[in-house]
């Protein structure tokens, strides 16, 4: 017997927005409005007053802000210490060791993937691109890896396998998992497999394919510039201020700071931390270090310098999160959102808006994990279109947890595939005006960076979206 869900006007509307929500993403258009015409027209039907809806929004948007402030702060405070480091010369110390194993091309892409992955997992992308950018770059084209194949690599190790699993700093899974109603730690479990397979297709595709055209002499280094000292938001050469340190300082810092984290990393195994608890020691632990570094650096003008630092951080975090508020904000309408802004406005039975969709599909549409995987590769690919990789997986996060319901089973599969899906295509592999940091960095063009990673990264959708089906 199947089950029945009454859908009121309010399912409908917040449906409609959902699917205009995608559309105005494949235009390649800005979708705050549409995201605060929707909050505003779910309040006018919730509250039946002007007060009450046009209050709606505001009171959605710090909804939202609450949901993400753990995440912003940690991105902001991870940013401002990866300034100091920059600016002390203290990246390069940490560096420079790892440079010494890359004797051949091969080894230059493999290993700059390698140590951009780590790098990202604790830095994120953007600030690791400017981390090791300086150091190992030089490196790479000395052994006879062209700038474009640097670039390659930093894109797929980093903004590619790191992003889209974010284990350290949680983002993106935080995301996702409220969207779609789960755990943090449940996506995190089920997006290991997708991660590890998308990323293993996607950087041996894009080694195979660069090694080819190598020895059939169509390679394009795609060069435009010269390289330079990689920058940092601030537009600073970020070699600026590396006598700040004496040498012995640098060198021991250089030691500290891996070895700090690496005691987070067993807390957090010892200890059980997950979710917010492991945020919040990455986040005190970077904080103290950027204290003592600044104070070490800078001397007499370290506290008003410490200020500084914090405020690049916090510029960088909100920046990158200005466009995922409103859509978060629309999105959490779809769970707990709805009933922390309105009260108890669905039918009795109603277990939200998004629940309830997925129960009344499930009823009338025969939904199965192929229909399931295929969609949320595709929503996921979609909400990337912006060049963000964040401002959409909320959708995704909601999407999946109505296929899942509707399925009965795998949203935190689902969940996971639609992330992955969403970082890898917006988070800087292939649209081009995500990919400026990296081919800033190299001195290559953007939108050849692209055209090089975009057949890898289908083929590895392609591949990781079958893995998924089998996951369900």
């Not at 939200?352 to 690919?381: F, H, R």
Request: hydrophobic share 55%; glycine share 12%.
């Amino acid at each position: 017997m199947r089950m029945v869900m009454e859908l009121t006007v309010l399912h409908w509307v917040y449906l409609a927005f959902v699917v205009a929500i995608i559309g105005f993403m494949v235009m390649r258009r800005d979708t705050t409005l549409i995201c605060i015409a929707g909050i505003l027209g779910i309040g006018i039907l919730a509250t039946t007053t002007i007060d009450g809806s046009v209050s709606g929004i505001f009171n959605s948007f710090i909804y939202a802000i609450k949901e993400l402030i753990n995440t912003i702060l940690i991105i902001s405070v991870i940013v401002a210490l990866s300034r100091i480091l920059i600016r002390t010369g203290i990246n390069e110390i940490m560096i420079t060791p790892l440079t010494r194993f890359m004797k051949t091309p091969t080894l230059a892409f493999w290993g700059i993937g390698v140590i951009m992955l780590i790098v990202s997992l604790f830095f994120w992308p953007s600030p690791a691109v400017a981390l090791i950018g300086a150091v190992l770059l030089p490196v790479a084209m000395r052994v006879g890896l062209p700038a474009l194949g640097a670039a390659v690599a930093m894109n797929l190790f980093g903004h590619g396998i790191a992003l889209s699993g974010d284990y350290i700093i949680q983002g993106a899974p935080k995301l996702t998992a409220d969207a779609a109603g789960l755990p943090v730690p449940d996506v995190m479990q089920a997006s290991i497999p997708l991660v590890i397979v998308m990323g293993v297709v996607t950087t041996v595709t894009a080694f195979w394919m660069m090694r080819r055209d190598q020895r059939l002499g169509t390679w394009n280094d795609g060069i435009i510039a010269p390289v330079d000292s990689p920058k940092d938001a601030s537009g600073e050469a970020g070699s600026e201020g590396g006598d700040l340190l004496s040498l012995g300082t640098k060198r021991l810092m250089a030691v500290l700071i891996p070895l700090l984290y690496a005691a987070n990393v067993a807390a957090m195994f010892l200890l059980d931390l997950q979710g917010g608890e492991a945020t919040a020691l990455i986040g005190g632990t970077s904080i103290l270090i950027m204290l003592a570094i600044t104070m070490l650096a800078h001397r007499g003008k370290g506290l008003e310098k410490t200020t500084g630092y914090l405020i690049e951080g916090f510029l960088f975090g909100f920046r990158v999160f200005g466009p995922v508020i409103p859509i978060a904000a629309f999105f959490y309408l779809g769970d707990a959102g709805f009933f922390a802004m309105f009260g108890e406005k669905l039918p009795e039975a109603s277990a939200g808006i998004v629940n309830d969709l997925g129960v009344a599909l499930a009823g009338e549409v025969p939904v199965n994990g192929v229909v399931g995987a295929v969609t949320l590769t595709v929503v996921g690919a979609i909400t990337g279109l912006d060049g963000s990789g964040f401002s959409g997986i909320s959708l995704a996060g909601s999407i999946a947890q109505l296929f899942g319901h509707a399925i009965g089973s795998g949203v935190d599969t689902l969940t996971a595939l639609g992330q992955v899906a969403a970082i890898w295509v917006g988070g800087g592999t292939i649209i081009p005006w995500a990919l400026i940091p990296a081919a800033a960095i190299c001195g290559v063009s953007p939108f050849e960076l692209a055209r090089r990673n975009l057949k890898p990264v289908l083929i590895g959708l392609a591949v990781t979206t079958i893995v998924a089906i089998f996951l369900i």
